[in-house]
């Protein structure tokens, strides 16, 4: 199965890369993404100084990443001078470096980051919009390679980003960073989680990253866009792909259940790819122009059916809000009055025995 992906001039052996954190901070772990089977490798956020981090900083639930990281702890020289030479000597794979915040770091940075670079992503989590044309010009004037400006979801006008940033000489763009800022409780210490302004990622906030990679990809149609945010298995890559997105990436679901996540990610591509009858990830960027960007018909009322799946295990009873479902003795029954054909039983069937509602 061929799940190579190729943009800009680069080869991509398949879709998924790490998404930039403390999971891509330093030569180690660099090392680590070198040498798995992720499609390219990435650098966490090198800004000129390196961060000072308040500690503790990450705390996970099942289904997201609480965190207050900032960007690299490493100051830009031990990149530059350590890191970097290292692992562009045992490159294997494409490298996205990614890099923050103002113009006047740029003008230090990209010049000299650029050998080790394949292609940019730039952090604007703690830039002011207005900033941003400068900070994309300062860029553009020290490298040639692909920029691609990283979105984050607090910024309401994502549209207006993406001309301004395109606009000013950026090649794509990164959807999402992580959401908030939030806030989170920690019971048993009568206090705040972490600090009082944390940032929220991982798969609760996996519709938010979709919205705004298919609303960009509906309005401009050609600019690269690299889609992360709330990925942890291998259809939520098609998703993301068949939203708008070309290349892929994922953090907090591999701080939530290890690293190992990305090798079982891929290679439980080829598997998802069948199950819903494409051939290749290629396949599946051609499709979407034709299939997820066609009018919705809203106007449709259907009743839910019943296949031979059903098992009469009753979720489907104890959840329809409007009471329309009953058990009869070997099957459900429909109250077609009641019945206010809204999907959410067939959406919940953990059989697939619900059909006619929302396909
Ligand atoms: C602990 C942590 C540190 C992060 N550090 C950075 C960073 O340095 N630069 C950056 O652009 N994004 C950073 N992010 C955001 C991620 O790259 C990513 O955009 C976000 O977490 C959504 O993807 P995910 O749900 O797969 O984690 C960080 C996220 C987390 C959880």
Redesign the pocket.
């Known amino acids: 199965m061929n799940l190579s992906v190729n943009i800009l001039g680069l080869k991509f052996e398949n879709p998924l890369g790490p998404?930039?954190?403390?999971i891509v901070e330093g030569l180690e772990n660099m090392q680590f993404f070198n040498n798995n089977t992720c499609g390219y490798n990435v650098a966490?956020?090198i800004s000129v100084e390196g961060a000072i981090v308040p500690k503790p900083c990450?705390a996970g639930t099942t289904n997201a990443?609480y965190?207050c990281?900032l960007?690299s702890e490493h100051h830009s020289d031990i990149w530059i001078n350590d890191i970097l030479p290292i692992i562009h000597k045992e490159k294997k794979k494409p490298i996205v470096i990614?890099a923050g915040y103002k113009e006047e770091d740029f003008r230090y940075l990209i010049p000299k980051l650029d050998l080790f670079a394949d292609m940019f992503e730039i952090?604007t989590?703690y830039v002011s919009e207005d900033l941003l044309p400068g900070i994309v010009r300062s860029i553009r004037e020290n490298t040639e390679k692909p920029i691609f400006m990283?979105l984050s979801p607090h910024i309401d006008d994502f549209l207006g980003f993406v001309k301004t940033v395109i606009d000013a000489g950026a090649t794509g763009i990164v959807a999402?960073?992580?959401l908030g800022p939030g806030t989170a409780i920690d019971l048993k210490a009568r206090s705040v989680l972490l600090a009082e302004q944390i940032w929220m990622?991982?798969p609760s906030?996996k519709p938010i990253a979709l919205h705004r990679i298919y609303n960009i990809r509906k309005a401009f149609p050609d600019i690269p866009i690299i889609g992360?945010?709330?990925?942890g298995k291998a259809e939520d890559v098609l998703e993301f792909i068949l939203a708008g997105a070309d290349l892929v990436?994922?953090?907090?679901?591999a701080?939530i259940k290890g690293r190992g996540l990305y090798d079982k990610i891929i290679k439980d591509l080829p598997k998802a790819l069948e199950k819903y009858g494409f051939s290749s990830i290629e396949e599946i960027r051609q499709v979407r122009k034709t299939t997820i960007f066609k009018d919705i018909d809203t106007a449709v009322d259907n009743h839910p059916s019943f296949n031979e799946k059903c098992t009469m295990c009753m979720l489907c009873v104890k959840i329809c809000p409007a009471g329309a479902l009953s058990a009869a003795e070997k099957s459900i029954v429909v109250d077609k009055e009641k019945c206010i054909h809204c999907g959410l039983c067939e959406s919940r069937c953990p059989v697939d025995a619900i059909y006619g509602v929302l396909r």
Request: aromatic residues 4%; hydrophobic residues 40%; charged residues 10%.
């Open positions: 998404a930039a954190g403390p966490k956020t990450i990443i965190n990281e960007w990614s952090s989590h990283k999402i960073n992580s990622s991982g906030i992360v945010g709330g990925i990436q994922m953090l907090s679901s701080l």
